[in-house]
């Protein structure tokens, strides 16, 4: 039994420090050592290791992993709950953007590409967004020029960095460690939360961590709270690995970016939240099997799962011509007008509540930025969160208005998304209003019976019922 017992302390050494565990390319050898050990307690009896123990010994991810690709023709999404999502409108936006003249198709608001990556390759693709970490998801997708690191390659060569900071994280966090695993262990929920409260303390009372380049913030800004201590050390130990190797000129640009892109989808999938970063779930009695099974997955062996999803779109040759920007949507559209080659189509997909999308992933960005930023509020939020015009009722129709105006004076078609009951008031009178007087022509439309996420239903249905409007100026 102590072999058994120590064959699980090696399966989960080897995953979190040099081995890519059941997903990876040297599962035989992983395999062989366990089976090895497990006979040798066994007199010798061979035991085969089913994907069942495998689970039991925390090596296997349990799921399928997600492909951002296609699958049997239906694009499929990378995983990442995000705001205000069409990916469930795609076949009908591909079908009416299909329909406008050829040419570049441009999407204002990108978010997670799910409409760029349906329109590739017959178009080229440039991608806009206010947030850092959703242009970069674009850029991997459309604009990367470089092969990529597989998971087998980058376990291998990020191995001697992220052992080395693993081991002083958990030197420097051992107390909080210990207490962690052993909360976990007993499912006790007044430990848990009392490590939840102080971590909320520590994080909002320190205006500014000045420990830059000391590669531990996600341990002192989000550890107790959004993820547990281990899966922030790793994540730092992840993040530090990253960055050496660009810094050494053993990543490229291209790599790097789809290496933290990655990263921030095993996040999504370890955080301690309904999906979204707004704030992190309180352990209680009625979701501490949630907190626990949340704080006990891997971030590295989520990681190797993602890097795997995180592919380049088409041939390097047609990524050539595409651009991801990271600017307010209506200030790209005017310095657009200085192009040379402008966007045959332009697709807008503007925010349409008074909710900030800022708010609900402001830890991509700081995991993409790796900054050090100072903290507020319970959902511990960046002070330097981006805000749009579309989500104050005071600005909205101005800045509609703006956006159309912007598409009509660089002379692209214009596909609009909004629903009849956004922040804008009598939309579904006020757009066609402005298109006529921007455009000189009356739009099509559609409308299509949708469904909205609540981000988190935290008074109610994951879900709510809406008629997306969906306008079309085909010039």
Same mark, same amino acid.
């Given at each position: 039994?102590?072999?058994?017992?120590?064959?699980?302390?090696?399966?989960?050494?080897?995953?979190?420090?040099?081995?890519?565990?059941?997903?990876?390319?040297?599962?035989?050898?992983?395999?062989?050592?366990?089976?090895?050990?497990?006979?040798?307690?066994?007199?010798?009896?061979?035991?085969?290791?089913?994907?069942?123990?495998?689970?039991?010994?925390?090596?296997?991810?349990?799921?399928?992993?997600?492909?951002?690709?296609?699958?049997?023709?239906?694009?499929?999404?990378?995983?990442?709950?995000?705001?205000?999502?069409?990916?469930?409108?795609?076949?009908?936006?591909? !079908?009416?953007?299909?329909?406008?003249?050829?040419?570049?198709?441009?999407?204002?608001?990108?978010?997670?590409?799910?409409?760029?990556?349906?329109?590739?390759?017959?178009?080229?693709?440039?991608?806009?967004?206010?947030?850092?970490?959703?242009?970069?998801?674009?850029?991997?997708?459309? #604009?990367?020029?470089?092969?990529?690191i597989s998971r087998f390659e980058a376990l291998g060569v990020t191995a001697a960095y992220r052992r080395s900071k693993i081991d002083e994280l958990s030197d420097t966090f051992s107390a909080f460690l210990a207490a962690e695993h052993a909360a976990l262990e007993n499912s006790d929920i007044g430990a848990l939360a009392t490590i939840f409260d102080q971590a909320v303390s520590s994080a909002q009372s320190a205006l500014?961590?000045?420990?830059?380049?000391?590669?531990?913030?996600?341990?002192?800004?989000?550890?107790?709270?959004?993820?547990?201590?281990?899966?922030?050390?790793?994540?730092?130990?992840?993040?530090? %690995?990253?960055?050496?190797?660009?810094?050494?000129?053993?990543?490229?640009?291209?790599?790097?970016? &789809?290496?933290?892109? %990655?990263? #921030?989808? &095993?996040?999504?999938?370890?955080?301690?939240?309904?999906?979204?970063?707004?704030?992190?779930?309180?352990?209680?009695? %009625?979701?501490?099997?949630?907190?626990?099974?949340?704080?006990?997955?891997?971030?590295?062996?989520?990681?190797?799962? &993602?890097?795997? !999803?995180?592919?380049?779109?088409?041939?390097?040759?047609?990524?050539?011509?595409?651009?991801?920007?990271?600017?307010?949507?209506?200030?790209?559209?005017?310095?657009?007008? !200085?192009?040379?080659?402008?966007? /045959?189509?332009?697709?807008?997909?503007?925010?349409?509540?008074?909710?900030?999308? /800022?708010?609900?992933?402001?830890?991509?960005?700081?995991?993409?930025l790796y900054d050090y930023p100072p903290c507020s509020g319970m959902g511990l939020y960046r002070p330097d969160r981006a805000t749009s015009p579309f989500s104050l009722a005071s600005k909205v129709e101005e800045a509609m208005d703006g956006l159309i105006m912007a598409v009509a004076k660089i002379g692209s078609c214009l596909v609009l998304s909004y629903p009849q009951d956004g922040l804008l008031h009598n939309s579904?009178?006020?757009?066609?209003?402005?298109?006529?007087?921007?455009?000189?022509?009356?739009?099509?439309?559609?409308?299509?019976?949708?469904?909205?996420?609540?981000?988190?239903?935290?008074?109610?249905?994951?879900?709510?019922?809406?008629?997306?409007?969906?306008?079309?100026?085909?010039?």
């Amino acid at each position: 039994m102590q072999d058994v017992q120590n064959s699980q302390t090696f399966v989960r050494y080897f995953w979190t420090y040099g081995g890519p565990g059941p997903h990876g390319g040297i599962l035989p050898f992983v395999r062989s050592e366990l089976s090895s050990r497990i006979s040798a307690a066994n007199s010798g009896r061979k035991l085969r290791i089913t994907r069942h123990y495998w689970r039991k010994l925390g090596g296997l991810p349990n799921r399928k992993p997600l492909c951002h690709t296609t699958l049997g023709g239906e694009l499929v999404s990378l995983g990442i709950s995000y705001m205000g999502t069409k990916r469930h409108l795609v076949p009908d936006l591909k !079908e009416i953007i299909s329909s406008c003249r050829k040419g570049i198709f441009l999407d204002v608001f990108s978010g997670m590409c799910s409409v760029g990556r349906a329109v590739a390759p017959d178009r080229q693709v440039w991608s806009n967004d206010l947030q850092s970490f959703a242009q970069l998801v674009a850029a991997t997708h459309f #604009c990367s020029s470089d092969p990529l690191i597989s998971r087998f390659e980058a376990l291998g060569v990020t191995a001697a960095y992220r052992r080395s900071k693993i081991d002083e994280l958990s030197d420097t966090f051992s107390a909080f460690l210990a207490a962690e695993h052993a909360a976990l262990e007993n499912s006790d929920i007044g430990a848990l939360a009392t490590i939840f409260d102080q971590a909320v303390s520590s994080a909002q009372s320190a205006l500014q961590i000045t420990a830059a380049g000391d590669y531990d913030l996600f341990s002192r800004r989000y550890a107790g709270t959004y993820f547990g201590y281990q899966q922030t050390v790793e994540i730092d130990a992840i993040r530090f %690995a990253l960055d050496r190797l660009r810094a050494e000129g053993r990543a490229t640009a291209d790599q790097w970016q &789809a290496l933290v892109v %990655a990263l #921030c989808i &095993a996040m999504s999938r370890c955080s301690n939240s309904t999906g979204h970063f707004a704030q992190s779930l309180y352990p209680k009695a %009625a979701n501490i099997k949630k907190v626990i099974a949340k704080r006990r997955r891997n971030i590295t062996s989520e990681w190797l799962t &993602a890097i795997d !999803e995180v592919m380049p779109i088409a041939s390097q040759d047609w990524r050539k011509g595409n651009h991801a920007f990271r600017k307010d949507a209506t200030d790209l559209l005017s310095s657009l007008r !200085e192009f040379q080659i402008k966007p /045959s189509v332009v697709y807008a997909d503007p925010p349409y509540t008074k909710d900030q999308y /800022s708010r609900y992933y402001h830890v991509y960005e700081t995991a993409v930025l790796y900054d050090y930023p100072p903290c507020s509020g319970m959902g511990l939020y960046r002070p330097d969160r981006a805000t749009s015009p579309f989500s104050l009722a005071s600005k909205v129709e101005e800045a509609m208005d703006g956006l159309i105006m912007a598409v009509a004076k660089i002379g692209s078609c214009l596909v609009l998304s909004y629903p009849q009951d956004g922040l804008l008031h009598n939309s579904t009178e006020a757009i066609p209003k402005m298109i006529r007087k921007h455009f000189g022509c009356d739009a099509d439309h559609i409308n299509i019976s949708h469904q909205h996420s609540t981000m988190g239903a935290s008074k109610g249905a994951s879900t709510h019922d809406v008629t997306e409007v969906i306008y079309r100026v085909a010039i």
